[in-house]
């Protein structure tokens, strides 16, 4: 299943109409609808807004996990610490933050293909 029909499959399963999930991540409606059709591909970070709205994961919605939720792991002190100092962030900053760790979970994905360079 392509990106565009899982979105839309989750949108139908709980009822939301893409003008709602368009609006309620200040998107252009055609825009939603676009990656429904299969004509737009989302940014990185809008891919992560939809999947935190839709409450699954990226890896879901891209076809790499048939698991629509992972189970909740208890967090170590590190992780703590990095979900608190995101939480006290402007939302310029965590912008920010979100399009880093986009960039270089992509970087590693490239070095770990092959002819990539560790």
Request: glycine share 8%.
């Amino acid at each position: 299943m392509q990106l565009g029909a899982r979105i839309q499959q989750l949108l139908d399963e709980q009822g939301i109409p893409q003008y709602k999930l368009a609006a309620d991540l200040h998107l252009n409606p055609s825009t939603v609808n676009g990656y429904i059709r299969g004509r737009r591909l989302p940014d990185c970070l809008t891919l992560s807004e939809i999947a935190r709205y839709l409450g699954t994961n990226v890896d879901y919605l891209l076809g790499n996990s048939s698991i629509k939720v992972y189970p909740q792991l208890p967090l170590n002190n590190q992780e703590t610490r990095l979900i608190n100092n995101y939480r006290s962030m402007h939302p310029g900053q965590k912008r920010v933050l979100e399009e880093l760790s986009c960039a270089l979970l992509l970087c590693d994905e490239h070095n770990h293909r092959p002819g990539g360079h560790i």
